[in-house]
Each structure stands twice: as C-alpha cells, then as structure tokens.
C-alpha cells in the first residue's frame, strides 16, 4: 500500500488516493485532498458536509449516503452537486478522508 | 465510440417502461449511479412505467406477486387481497436499511442530481394525460425522435 504525505504527516493510500485509516485525517488535510480532486476552495458549506461526515461515520460506521446527507445532514441534494461536482458522494468522502464508498446509492 | 472518453462512460439515456416496483427501482438507481458517477443522465418513462412520476399513482407502485417465479409466492396465494401491498412493504423496509428511497422522493433525488427526466409522448397522448398529471420534476414530454436527439453520444438502457 502506498504513503503519501499530507499537511506534514505520512498517511496509507489506496490505489485510488483514498485514505486507508480514516483516524489518520485531520482537518489540516482536507485543503490538500480536496485540491486533488479539483475543488480549490472549502467554504463553510463544504466543511458542514465533510463534518457531517466524519460524524456520521463516527456514529455508525460507515459512509454516509447521499439520501442521509440530505436527511440527516441536512444539505440538500442540489446543493451537495453543486459544491462537490461530477461525484459528490466519493469527492466529499474523499476529502474527509473516508475511504470509497461501496453503496449503490 | 462517442459515449467513452479514456475508456469512460460519458452519458446514459434509461428508458423505464414497467410500472412495477421491480420495473422502477432499476432505472433509478441506473440514473442516480450515473450521476453519481459524474456522468449525464436522462430518464424517459414509456408506457406503464409512467406511473412512476404521475402525481396520483407514483407512491402506489406495487411488486408483482403474480406471475413471478422469483417471488417464490405461488400463484395462487399472491391474487390473494393486500399480497401484492404486503410484499412491496417488506421489500421497501429493507430497500430503505440501505438508503434506497421511496419512489417519489427518489424521482425528487435524481431530479436534484442533476438528471433530466421526461415521459413519453405516444404514451402520454394513449392515455389522454397532460403534464397537470405529472410531477414537477418532469422535463417535458417527448416524442421518440427528440428522445434519440437528446441521447446521442451516449448509451441507450431500456428496462
């Protein structure tokens, strides 16, 4: 498995760029994972979403979906489009440096 | 070919014709994973399948228990009254445990999403319907000839 270095730590990837451990994240890496996937800036409404996040994957343990962003984050799914385009599901989840989401949904 | 670039699917046109829950939820979830996928999408409901995004009808969709071998339900029990409702209900609970919506808020979801939906205009004029019977996040009504326009450079899925 391959390391990469992020905000001045070593972390485990996937082939993918994913983050292998989601402990390893810390908030000084989602400007850095985010550039990567072509979103240049992280504004409050991005970072209600990747705390929603990592949350909800606290809690239950795993990804959360786009239907329970929407339900139980609160961030409808328009506006998930809109601040995480063309792949909101794995970008957001990418950037909170969860791993890829497996769902169908 | 148009529709892949470096090997990717770039759009996708799903045509939904059936007007069961198990003819439904397929094409849905096509559309919405495409979306998903950051690819274009675009729903275009025919025939029965129309039901699926008519105001009235779109949270009745039903399993068939008749006529289908995989429901493992003989005949004979499934035309009993409310099998049909009984069925549906245990396959939406479960549907729901993996975040997979109800139909009307799923059509509301893809909508959002970004895919366009339309229902089809042969099918719309057969059974005297206007866009009064429809649900908001339709597009528009088509004929098979704009539906072709609107799909080209993508691939056609039809369920």
């Keep these: 498995m391959a390391t990469i270095t992020l905000a001045g730590k070593t972390v485990e990837v996937d082939a993918e760029g994913f983050l292998v ?5 810390t908030e000084e890496m989602a400007p850095v ?3 990567k996937v072509g979103i240049y800036e992280l504004t409050d409404r991005h970072w209600d979403v990747i705390r929603f996040m990592r949350k909800d994957f606290e809690e239950r343990g ?7 962003i929407k339900n139980a984050g609160g961030i409808p799914t328009k506006e998930l489009y809109q601040l995480f385009p063309e792949g909101p599901a794995k970008k957001a989840a990418f950037i909170a440096g969860l791993g890829k989401p497996q769902g169908c949904v | ?3 892949s670039n470096n090997g990717k699917l770039k759009k996708v046109s799903i045509v939904i014709s059936k007007g069961s829950l198990e003819g439904v939820y397929p094409g849905l979830i096509m559309a919405n994973g495409a979306r998903m996928e950051g690819m274009e999408a675009n729903l275009f409901f025919t025939f029965f399948g129309l039901e699926a ?7 009745k969709i039903k399993v068939a228990t008749v006529g289908n071998p995989a429901m493992h339900i003989p005949s004979l029990v499934g035309i009993l009254p409310g099998m049909s409702a009984f069925a549906t209900k245990m396959m939406l609970k479960e549907m729901d445990k993996l975040d ?4 009307p808020e799923f059509i509301e979801m893809v909508h959002d999403a970004g895919a366009h939906i339309y229902a089809c205009k042969a099918t719309v004029e057969m059974f005297h319907l206007s866009m009064d019977d429809f649900c908001e996040e339709v597009d528009g009504i088509l004929n098979v000839g704009k539906f072709y326009e609107l799909s080209a450079g993508g691939e056609i899925i039809f369920t």
Aim: hydrophobic share 40%.
């Design chain 2, 100 to 103: 997979i919506p109800p139909i």
């Design chain 1, 33 to 35: 994972l985010a550039e």
């Design chain 1, 62 to 68: 795993q990804i959360p979906t786009i239907r329970r």
């Design chain 1, 21 to 25: 451990n989601p402990n390893d994240w």
């Design chain 2, 53 to 59: 995004i008519m105001k009235k009808r779109m949270d």
């Design chain 2, 1 to 3: 070919m148009d529709a």
